[in-house]
Nanobody, 122 residues
Framework: QVQLVESGGGLVQAGGSLRLSCAASGRTFSHYIMGWFRQAPGKEREFVGAISWDGSNTMFADSVKGRFTISRDNGKNTVYLQMNSLKPEDTAVYYC???????????????WGKGTLVTVSS
C-alpha cells in the first residue's frame, strides 16, 4: 500500500510560483512512476506531468510545458511539482498519483492523493 499526501497549495498572483509536494508512505515508492493531475471547477481531471521511477525522464502536458517541472527524491519518498509563471487558468485542485503507466492518454494508476487547491488570481 502507498498513501499519498499533497501539500503546498494556496493562493498566488498570476506570474508567481508555487511548489507542491507529495509525500508517500510505503517502501515501494521508488517502484512507481509518479504523476500530477489537476481538476478545475466544472472540468474533467487532466494530466499535468509525470516522472519516471528514477527521475531520469519527465513529460508534461503542452499547457504547462516550459513552466512546470517535476522532480523526486526517492530517499524522502517525495515528488515535487514546481510551478512557475502561473496563470489564472492553472487554478485547480492538484492531485498526486502513483502508477505503472502515467500519461496524457493511457494510465495505470494504483494510488491517488486527495489533492491540494491552487488558486491563481489575475
Amino acid at each position: 500500500q502507498v498513501q499519498l499526501v499533497e501539500s503546498g497549495g494556496g493562493l498566488v498572483q498570476a506570474g508567481g510560483s508555487l511548489r507542491l509536494s507529495c509525500a508517500a508512505s510505503g517502501r515501494t515508492f521508488s517502484h512507481y512512476i509518479m504523476g500530477w493531475f489537476r481538476q478545475a471547477p466544472g472540468k474533467e481531471r487532466e494530466f499535468v506531468g509525470a516522472i519516471s521511477w528514477d527521475g531520469s525522464n519527465t513529460m508534461f502536458a503542452d499547457s504547462v510545458k516550459g513552466r512546470f517541472t517535476i522532480s523526486r527524491d526517492n530517499g524522502k519518498n517525495t515528488v515535487y511539482l514546481q510551478m512557475n509563471s502561473l496563470k489564472p487558468e492553472d487554478t485547480a485542485v492538484y492531485y498526486c498519483a502513483a502508477g505503472l503507466i502515467i500519461g496524457e492518454v493511457t494510465n495505470d494508476i494504483h494510488y491517488w492523493g486527495k489533492g491540494t487547491l491552487v488558486t491563481v488570481s489575475s
